[in-house]
């Protein structure tokens, strides 16, 4: 059934965070005896300005997720063709983003240049244009702010601003090792998030297998319980195959000869 205008002012309304029901809208437009052209003129003005409300939050929220903006990756720019295997059609299916809806956390494993950050980063931006808050950062990055957190006593202001998003994306696991207290706060990260409500989704990417991140946590027992509940309800992507990284490399070949004996060598004859 195709909805009156009233409540489709009321939807726009929501959306502007204005407190208008359409009944209130209704009875606005019989009180002041607007004709169906106000009211069609009325109902294009709220959409507009919901319309604009909305790619203003989508742009704060990108520009916040630290994800790229210039040449953002996307599951639009993502060659979905090159996925082979049983359970190809299941990783396609990403862009429904059912993961952060549900609560379940996607760690995505493999070699450099499979595409791995490349998906990642097309689901944090995939879950700002639906309005969810999205962060991005390096490992490395990761462990900056432990760091810096411990210096100045601010563990805890720093673990619940990372409460805040849905989607937290954690990139390269395996590039750089954290220390015992900085395992600790990783635990204390994931355990806060295991227990976070509402829509939620940790993805991580890593050349190594998560049986291999001992290497690079000092704490095997903060990390072990970390990864206990990381990866209670999760979907592990292990990728196999060749960096895709190159495909534009041109390659030359070329072979020199002697040197005349008349040539010019430096200059000099």
């Given at each position: 059934m195709e909805q009156s205008v009233f409540d489709r002012i009321e939807q726009c309304c929501s959306v502007l965070k204005v407190d208008l029901s359409s009944t209130e809208a209704a009875s606005y437009a019989e009180k002041h005896n607007l004709s169906q052209e106000q009211l069609s003129a009325m109902d294009m003005l709220f959409e507009f300005l919901a319309e604009k409300k909305q790619r203003t939050c989508v742009e704060t929220l990108l520009?916040?997720?630290?994800?790229?903006?210039?040449?953002?990756?996307?599951?639009?720019?993502?060659?979905?063709?090159r996925?082979?295997?049983?359970?190809?059609?299941?990783?396609s299916n990403l862009p429904s983003l059912s993961e952060v809806h549900s609560g379940k956390n996607i760690a995505l494993i493999g070699p450099p240049g499979v595409g791995k950050t490349h998906l990642a980063e097309a689901y944090?931006?995939?879950?700002c244009l639906e309005g969810m808050k999205a962060y991005f950062?390096?490992?490395s990055e990761l462990k900056a702010k432990y760091v810096t957190a411990r210096k100045f006593g601010r563990e805890a202001n720093m673990i619940n601003?990372?409460?805040k998003y849905s989607c937290l994306i954690i990139d390269e696991i395996g590039r750089c090792t954290f220390d015992r207290e900085s395992t600790a706060l990783f635990f204390d990260m994931i355990d806060r998030w295991y227990g976070k409500e509402g829509s939620k989704c940790m993805i991580f990417t890593s050349n190594k297998?998560?049986?291999?991140?001992?290497?690079?946590?000092?704490?095997?027992?903060?990390?072990?319980?970390?990864?206990?509940r990381l990866f209670d309800d999760a979907k592990v992507i292990i990728f196999k195959g060749d960096s895709y990284r190159g495909r534009k490399r041109e390659v030359l070949a070329v072979e020199t000869g002697p040197i005349p004996s008349n040539a010019r060598i430096g200059g000099n004859q």
């Open positions: 520009r916040l997720s630290r994800l790229p903006v210039k040449a953002p990756k996307t599951f639009e720019n993502y060659d979905f063709s996925l082979h295997g049983k359970d190809a059609a299941t990783i944090g931006r995939a879950c950062l390096k490992a601003g990372l409460m297998q998560p049986s291999e991140w001992f290497e690079f946590f000092r704490c095997d027992d903060d990390l072990k319980a970390a990864l206990d």
